[in-house]
């Protein structure tokens, strides 16, 4: 029986969120200041770096009872997941991160993979990985907290209701 764990819709939307309205206003911004950079040019841009986000954010996680494996959207070619079985998983080893936050790697006799801390489900998640290997998982947590993602959605309204004031009024010029 596979499971399968997509990224948070909460995760998901709100970094779509901030991406767009952080780099909306600069095609308008470019033609206000008549920097040498083409608006057509940022746009080009900004619409490859969305799809490149896009990409990153269609990862997805699935855990079967043979093992437990990291994928990106099949649109994704050039992305490249990965696939451990759970006999080769020895344990989860904490590092703490430059932020100051945690995150856990499995580590097997080859390599290292990331834990997908980021994911809709996670405790569930867990209870798979603890059952399927006997690791205790009670004291993991998420990386980052729904509120904090929530906070930085909050945060997002006001920044896209400024960037529709810049580009009103940058267009009434």
């Known amino acids: 029986m596979n499971q399968s764990f997509r990224l948070s819709p909460l995760i998901r939307f709100t970094l779509l969120s901030l991406y767009g309205s952080l780099m909306i206003p600069l095609p308008f911004l470019a033609k206000v200041t ?14 490859l770096g969305f799809v490149v986000l896009l990409a990153i954010l269609s990862e997805r996680v699935v855990v079967s009872s043979n093992g437990i494996s990291v994928s990106y959207g099949s649109w ?8 451990l079985p759970w006999q080769e998983i020895k344990e989860l080893k904490m590092r703490t991160t ?3 936050g945690i995150v856990y790697y499995f580590v097997s006799n080859s390599k290292a ?3 997908p801390m980021r994911v809709a ?14 690791i205790d998982t009670k004291d993991i947590a998420p990386l980052a907290q729904p509120w904090m993602y929530l906070a930085l ?3 997002t309204v006001p920044l896209f209701m400024i960037d529709f004031w810049v580009i009103f009024n940058v267009s009434l010029e």
């Open 76 to 83: 994704v070619p050039i992305l490249s997941g990965w696939s």
């Open 153 to 155: 959605l909050v945060l």
């Open 98 to 100: 430059g932020q100051g």
């Open 121 to 134: 489900g996670f405790s569930k998640l867990l209870k798979e990985i603890e059952n399927n290997t006997a």
């Open 113 to 115: 993979y990331l834990l």
């Open 34 to 47: 008549e920097t040498s950079i083409d608006p057509l040019l940022v746009w080009l841009f900004i619409i």
